[in-house]
């Protein structure tokens, strides 16, 4: 994991599958959420970074946050043989595919609660990508920056 620290936010990267929160379902009239048993890991993933990034108490103003999900490639994308490495002509070039762009993105926002903002219902910019890791490791980087009053300079 690569932290770094900007001078009105934090930068932070976490190596690993991103998990995406899971889904709620009504079953003979109960609540339930649908999560993957990864889910717990990797919210605290997050968090572990996100908690070693803040130097103060949670924000409690407006936060921009900024999420690149890197997807590991499945392998039929890939040729076989000698061109194993290689990926075939038609592999997309984007994941648009499970898991859901708005279910990661829940997962992230629910492990900074409580470290970076109070509520995230603060979050009122929300940038988020979802790309294959060609070359490089899978995980998510994430930028969360509080916003500036409007008469700041």
């Known amino acids: 994991m690569v932290p770094s620290e900007t001078r009105s936010g934090i930068v932070f990267t976490v ?16 609540l339930i959420e649908m999560a993957d048993a990864r889910l ?3 919210r605290q993933d997050v968090a572990a970074q996100a908690h070693q990034q803040m130097e103060t108490r949670p924000w409690t103003g407006g936060i921009d946050v900024a999420l690149t999900f890197w997807l590991p490639r499945p ?5 076989t043989g000698k061109n194993a490495e290689r990926l075939k002509a038609s ?4 994941p648009a595919v499970h898991p859901d762009i ?8 629910d492990a900074l609660t409580g470290i970076c903002f109070e509520d995230d219902r603060q979050v009122v910019g929300l940038v988020v990508t979802k790309r294959y ?4 490791p899978v995980g998510m980087t994430c930028s969360v920056i509080p916003t500036l009053p409007d008469d700041a300079p």
Do not use: C, E
């Not at 392998?75 to 040729?79: L, R």
């Not at 890791?133 to 490089?136: C, M």
């Open 15 to 30: 190596y690993g599958q991103p998990v995406a929160q899971g889904s709620k379902k009504v079953i003979r009239g109960h």
């Open 40 to 42: 717990r890991s990797w």
């Open 75 to 79: 392998k039929n994308h890939y040729g």
């Open 91 to 94: 592999s997309p070039s984007f």
């Open 102 to 109: 708005d279910k990661l993105t829940r997962s992230v926002l």
């Open 133 to 136: 890791a060609d070359g490089q």
